[in-house]
């Protein structure tokens, strides 16, 4: 490679602010690197996912976990509707609206009781037993996993 090429290569790296060009010619190549004197910034690592917070402030407390125990001991016998996957549970179709099902209503089989949205798809779950729901075991916008119990229903 031409040394005036070379020379015009460092002044263009100079009046750029370019930090380093790599050029090829055939089976010839030159590679300019300028000197920074910025040091390298260390990257933190990534921050920890923060826990989960129940919306609206619901804290959990102690008294609220024999009470959910036995609730899911009485569901045991019943028949529990249960999330075919990963994603946020939704009870009514829009924010505001009212909810697909209430606690106490009799359903058919095939209605929607509530949305799930995985990558920014919206499912829905329809209900695949007719009876009443007796009871709810997600809150609205809640993750949920593959196979968590989200209603129960008596015939």
């Known amino acids: 490679m031409d040394m005036r090429k070379i020379r015009k290569l460092i002044e263009l790296i100079q009046s750029t602010g370019v930090a380093e060009i790599e050029i090829r010619e055939g089976e010839e190549s030159v590679r300019i690197t300028r000197e920074s004197k910025i040091t390298p910034m260390m990257m933190a690592p990534p921050a920890m996912p923060a826990a989960y917070m129940p919306p609206?402030?619901?804290?959990?407390?102690?008294?609220?976990?024999?009470?959910?125990?036995?609730?899911?001991?009485?569901?045991?016998?019943?028949?529990?509707?249960?999330?075919?996957m990963v994603g946020t549970v939704y009870l009514s179709p829009t924010p505001g609206a009212k909810p697909f099902v209430e606690i106490?209503?009799?359903?058919?089989?095939?209605?929607?009781?509530?949305?799930?949205?995985?990558?920014?798809?919206?499912?829905q779950i329809e209900a695949d037993k007719a009876g009443v729901i007796s009871a709810r075991l997600v809150d609205n916008g809640t993750p949920v996993e593959f196979n968590q119990p989200l209603f129960v229903i008596e015939e």
């Open 104 to 123: 106490g209503q009799t359903i058919k089989a095939g209605d929607v009781i509530c949305l799930i949205e995985a990558m920014k798809m919206f499912n």
């Open 56 to 84: 609206e402030g619901k804290a959990e407390t102690p008294a609220s976990k024999p009470a959910e125990a036995a609730h899911h001991a009485d569901a045991a016998d019943k028949h529990t509707v249960k999330a075919p």
